[in-house]
């Protein structure tokens, strides 16, 4: 037992101090709800390497992930006290509320760890691939930022880092979006800021426009005439570096570069029976310059682009889009519609990148859905990856689904139309189906599929079983087959993976899942993974 002693005028202030805040008004506690989820994954298993004799056949991962999601609603008590207040207006003011998501990835496998044979030289891994070290050691924010509803009434407010999948795909933007319901059925989207790319603050790897490997990073050297230059990779003859991990040889200066990216977009609001949108987006990025001493090399150096005349911008576009989209439910009679487009022009490009049209027809358990769409792929407006685009196609969709109760049934057919294809091979057919049903209390699903498209034939299925042993404990296993001919020589053949899966319950909120994965492939003749994930979710009232 520990026992303080306090002087006479000490302990008569803290006496007084207890009285008063005893005798205080009670405060109105907050009501904003706090919800946080943790979660931890390990994972092990080997890699086949890229090689047939001597060492290093296979390569070693050794992940750890740490994920952590914070969320609290109602900041300020806002929608609380209209509710005790006027329990008929909660609709009527503003909510503000914050939401994060912390990531933290550890590979301490041979994986990133280890070191490759370049030439004569052996180099760490994550020197000669730059974007391995993002896994050696990386902590991110895929998002977070504070959002603000029905201020004014009028307007939704999200501000920080936010993850956007729409029309023009999936991308990060470090900034501010606005949306404004007009009292009309439209509404105006106003979205500004920096585009998330690779080496932004605490950014997700992969997320930059252009797929260059960061060893290749290429700069223009000038000739000794206008014109005569060439694009060679970078001068690294830096002083030299040995950091662990991260990379001593990564160097892209362009990568480096912000991109302002700005959204303009109109919307349906309010329709119950559309959902439609026409939405406007341009990403730039400034032109790197020198990136050393103009005298570096053999030849005055102009900049990391040719520029021996000033014929390199100050600013270039990564990418400038115009979509629309629209969807309409109606129903007829007994029939249910929902017919459906989509367009999306690169500005860019000067053309047609994507674009699709559709029907689903629902009538009781049964839905039919045909659909055809084009396709041009197209590349950030730095990127030299355009190059090797695939080919524009033409792609035809037939989907059948049934379901009804735990009984569910889905089949899908496809034709595909490359352009150009003088071998005459640019048709291609596919399909699949799929069942699901339950069996008191085992569910089981299975799935049949044919892809005779580009790089080879494929035929497969797979089947999975799930049975919750217990209240506590739920058992899966799952097996899956493949086979593959015309790809390579190396991929060429059938391959086979047995998986078991089990989740066990801890507490409320509070699971472990371990997974085992058992595979064998031309490329990889035995392959055993394990993965285990502790999952911690915790919903405090506050």
């Not at 207040?85 to 998501?101: C, I, K, Q």
């Not at 520029?307 to 249910?336: F, H, I, K, M, T």
């Not at 060429?492 to 319950?505: C, E, F, K, Y």
Request: proline share 5%.
């Amino acid at each position: 037992m520990r026992v303080t002693c306090y002087r006479p005028a000490v302990a008569r202030a803290l006496a007084a101090a207890v009285v008063l805040a005893a005798l205080a008004p009670a405060a109105p506690a907050r009501a904003y709800r706090l919800e946080l989820s943790a979660r931890t994954l390990a994972k092990l298993y080997e890699l086949p390497a890229l090689r047939l004799i001597g060492g290093d056949l296979t390569l070693s991962r050794r992940q750890f992930r740490q994920d952590l999601t914070v969320t609290a609603w109602d900041l300020g008590d806002l929608a609380a006290r209209r509710a005790r207040r006027h329990p008929g207006l909660l609709d009527r003011g503003p909510v503000a509320w914050v939401t994060a998501d912390l990531e933290l990835d550890h590979d301490f496998g041979a994986w990133t760890m280890g070191q490759v044979a370049v030439g004569d030289d052996r180099l760490d891994a994550i020197d000669a691939i730059p974007e391995l070290a993002s896994g050696a050691v990386g902590f991110t924010i895929p998002y977070a930022y504070l959002a603000i509803d029905r201020l004014g009434g009028a307007l939704d407010v999200r501000l920080g880092r936010q993850l956007r999948f729409d029309e023009f795909g999936g991308a990060g933007l470090d900034g501010v979006a606005l949306r404004i319901h007009t009292g009309a059925p439209v509404a105006i989207e106003v979205e500004g800021g920096l585009r998330v790319r690779d080496r932004s603050p605490l950014a997700i790897a992969g997320s930059d426009l252009d797929g260059l490997a960061g060893a290749d990073c290429r700069e223009y050297v000038e000739g000794a005439t206008p014109g005569t230059g060439t694009w060679q990779v970078i001068d690294r003859s830096r002083a030299p570096r040995d950091t662990r991990l991260a990379s001593d040889r990564g160097f892209c200066p362009q990568r480096d570069a912000w991109q302002p990216t700005v959204e303009l977009a109109v919307a349906a609001d309010g329709v119950p029976w559309l959902d439609a949108r026409l939405a406007y987006r341009r990403t730039r990025s400034r032109t790197v310059g020198l990136i050393g001493a103009v005298d570096r090399l053999d030849h005055p150096d102009t900049g990391l682009y040719p520029d021996e005349q000033g014929q390199a911008p100050a600013w270039g576009d990564n990418a400038e889009l115009v979509s629309a989209s629209a969807r309409a439910r109606r129903r007829v009679a007994r029939l249910a519609l929902e017919p459906w487009a989509y367009a999306r022009y690169s500005l860019l490009h000067a053309g047609l990148e994507r674009a699709g049209a559709g029907v689903l027809l629902a009538r009781g358990a049964h839905q039919v859905e045909p659909e055809v769409a084009r396709t041009v792929p197209v590349f950030d407006g730095d990127s030299i990856w355009s190059v090797f685009a695939i080919r524009p196609a033409v792609d035809a969709r037939l989907r059948y689904g049934f379901r009804r109760g735990a009984r569910r049934l889905g089949a899908l057919a496809w034709l595909r139309r490359y352009d150009r294809d003088p071998d005459g091979t640019g048709l291609v057919l596919g399909g699949a189906a799929s069942a699901a049903a339950e069996l008191r209390r085992l569910a089981v699903r299975g799935e049949l599929y044919v892809d005779g498209g580009y790089g080879g034939r494929r035929v497969g299925g797979s089947v999975h079983a799930r049975w919750p042993a217990t209240r506590a404990v739920d058992l899966t296993g799952g097996l899956a087959v493949v086979d593959v001919a015309g790809a390579s020589p190396r991929s060429d053949g059938t391959s086979a993976t047995v998986l078991g899966h089990a989740a066990w319950q801890l507490d409320e909120g509070v699971a472990v899942m371990v997974t085992g994965e058992l595979g064998h492939a031309p490329i990889a003749p035995l392959a055993f993974r394990t993965l285990a994930v502790l999952d911690l979710a915790f919903e405090p009232d506050m």
